[in-house]
């Protein structure tokens, strides 16, 4: 539900602003605005400058910079949180002091090892990579030439461009007069490689034309140079095994500066980063000669706790003023829903769309209720629900690092149920599967049989009574936030609409013998006083909006469509799957048009139920365009900001 906001104003000397922010930033409850006031007890109200950080930004990239190049140390650090708090007491001045000293004293060494270790690494890559290539052509040796004066060199051309190397042949003959060879051999089913050997007095010519083919070129160090093959595979092999041990050479070292460092490195970058976040904050505050001023939204809920924290901690120096405002001004409010965990995975949903504004209703719990049962409806089949509720499940738990994931799961979970109760209803279990097993049918309610394939009519007179109640229900909230926002016509409007609406079904119901014989006369009355209240609040084009709202509500047969496009296919896979003479052929058919029919029930009862609260239900009252409630905080929680003046 919608959390009501009030605006405050905190003002205090400016030697209190870095602890006022540090505590904000800790109760996590102020979402802040810039100041638009004009003045403080009579003085000049100017704005703060932000601030650049100063060194902060280049000390963070350096102590970053070390905790990359050393090992990670997981899980938690002792004595991390005691020297945090510490580090977080300092000035600006103090903290890049303190990180300088630490670089200084391991930078150098931290970097330099790294440097090896980099290095170290790329040339056992490109060993790795010689190797390779020596290994595929090494067959090929006996048919290379041994004489003195010439270069042999490799060239690995992808196979989509084989005929490069044609070019490459004919080339190199023109340069050196046909005095080369050149052989080739798959490296793998991508590559090949052309070992080419030619005179040493047209190197330049030949390592010119070959660079401008755009081919790469392996040319092995110096001193693998007219050795053979096999014995340049055993200089590889020991030059990776002595890179390998350096590696772990310096990794013992890395790790004895972690094991030393790695906690005051961590303590740092963490207290750096929200000194570096503070640099932003300060444009927003406001200032006269001694005082700051600060502004933001604050939870009426958690206004009490907000000013008694600041008490608390600074006494009367600290002034927190609530501010009275005009509906206007709180029409800007920032919008705050504390819902029920079932509502917040639909809270995703719209906030793909647009967030409410201040004084409008929130959709979210409205789609919480209706989203499952559209999508239930239109499954209606309970080994389907099963099936769904399981692959939702799986989603939720492998997929725990995809924040969008996770809300998605939620509302698949949470719609599966339904799927499964109309499945009961309907009678389903695969299509007609579990009919034919005589392990359900449907269920006769109101003297009505729901099986969805011979209750056409039935079924789609639900789903059109389904759209008049939800988009009715769309009106009435309509109504309510247009009196939220004291507009008369807008009342107007959605109240003739209504009327307009219910005097068209009560016509045609009358005139199809479902009401009662007065009723055509008294859906005459509803329109003659609905179309004057249209007018009045929409104007003379708002009338044919009574077209577009009667489109609105067909547009919900598609729950009787989709459902019978989904039973039919079910009907066809079980069909199809029993006239095959061999079982197992059949069960692999039947389950393969079942699959198919899932994942379409998955997506497209999904789409289209969103669809008729986007489309159909949320333009009858909802606007959106509001601010979400942002409270200065660090992101994901954990301690505050600690924010000091120099």
């Known amino acids: ?137 090494r067959p090929l040796e006996e048919q290379l030439p041994v004489l003195e004066g010439f270069e042999v060199t490799v060239i690995l051309i992808q196979k989509e461009f084989a005929e490069v190397l044609d070019l490459i042949r004919d080339t190199l003959g023109e340069i050196t007069r046909n005095q080369y060879e050149i052989l080739a051999a798959d490296v793998d089913d991508k590559t090949i490689a052309a070992v080419t050997v030619f005179s040493r007095r047209f190197s330049d010519q ?137 509502v917040r995975p639909f809270e995703f949903l719209m906030g793909l769309v647009s967030a409410p504004k201040y004084w409008e209703i929130d959709p979210a719990p409205i789609l919480a209720i209706f989203f499952p049962f559209f999508f239930g409806l239109m499954v209606g089949d309970i080994a389907y629900g099963l099936i769904i509720l399981g692959l939702a499940l799986a989603v939720k738990w492998r997929m725990q690092h995809l924040a969008w994931a996770q809300p998605l799961a939620n509302i698949l979970i949470i719609s599966s149920f339904p799927s499964i109760f109309f499945g009961f209803i309907f009678g389903e279990f695969f299509g007609n599967l ?90 005459a009355i509803l329109i003659i006083i609905g179309l004057p209240l249209i007018v009045y609040g929409a104007g003379v084009f708002g009338a044919f909006e009574i077209i577009s709202m009667v489109g609105n509500i067909l547009s919900y047969a598609r729950l009787m469509a989709i459902g019978m496009a989904s039973v039919i296919l079910a009907l066809v896979a079980n069909t199809l799957g029993g006239t095959m003479e061999v079982a197992l052929v059949g069960v692999l058919i039947a389950a393969l048009l079942h699959l198919m029919n899932i994942a379409l029930a998955m997506f497209s009862p999904f789409l289209h139920s969103l669809r008729l609260h986007i489309v159909e239900f949320n333009p009858k009252f909802f606007k959106g365009g509001g601010r979400q409630y942002q409270p200065f905080k660090k992101e994901g929680g954990g301690s505050g900001l600690a924010l000091h003046q120099e």
């Open 206 to 342: 030949v390592h010119s034309f070959i660079y401008s083919q755009n081919v790469n070129e392996v040319r092995l160090p110096k001193e693998y140079l007219g050795r053979p093959f096999n014995e340049i595979l055993v200089l590889i092999g020991e030059r990776k095994t002595a890179a390998a041990t350096e590696i772990g050479e310096i990794d013992r070292k890395l790790a004895d500066i972690a094991g030393a460092w790695y906690t005051e490195l961590q303590a740092l970058r963490s207290v750096l980063d929200d000194r570096v976040a503070e640099a932003r904050v300060y444009g927003s505050f406001g200032q006269t000669e001694y005082t700051f001023v600060i502004m933001g939204w604050v939870p009426t809920r958690a206004l009490e706790r907000t000013i008694h924290e600041l008490s608390g901690a600074f006494g009367n120096r600290v002034v927190v003023n609530v501010l009275d405002l005009t509906r206007e001004e709180t029409a800007e409010a920032p919008v705050f829903y504390d819902n029920p965990w079932f």
């Open 1 to 137: 539900m919608l959390q009501r906001m009030t605006m405050v104003q905190v003002i205090g000397p400016k030697e209190d602003l870095g602890g006022v922010v540090d505590l904000l930033y800790r109760l996590g409850t102020v979402h802040l605005e810039e100041v638009r006031r004009s003045g403080v007890h009579g003085d000049v109200l100017r704005r703060m400058e932000a601030r650049t950080g100063g060194e902060v930004p280049q000390v963070l990239a350096k102590i970053g910079g070390i905790l990359q190049a050393l090992p990670k140390i997981t899980g938690s650090v002792p004595g991390q949180a005691v020297l945090t708090g510490e580090l977080r007491s300092m000035t600006d001045r103090e903290l890049v002091r303190r990180a300088n000293r630490v670089i200084s004293a391991i930078e150098t060494t931290t970097g330099t090892l790294a440097t090896r270790k980099a290095d170290l690494e790329f040339t056992i890559a490109n060993l790795s990579r010689y190797a390779k290539i020596i290994e595929r052509i």
């Open 434 to 523: 579990g009919e034919m097993l005589g392990w359900i049918h449907p269920l006769t309610i109101m003297g009505i049989t729901w099986n969805r394939v011979e209750a056409l009519i039935p079924m789609l007179i639900l789903a059109i009574s389904i759209g008049v109640v939800h988009l009715f229900l769309g009106l009435g909230l309509g109504i309510m936030n247009a009196l939220r926002e004291g507009s008369r016509k807008h009342v107007c409007d959605k109240c003739g609409m209504m009327a307009v609406i219910g005097g068209i079904i009560c016509i045609l119901g009358g005139i199809a013998g479902v009401f009662p014989g007065f009723f055509p006369l008294l859906g």
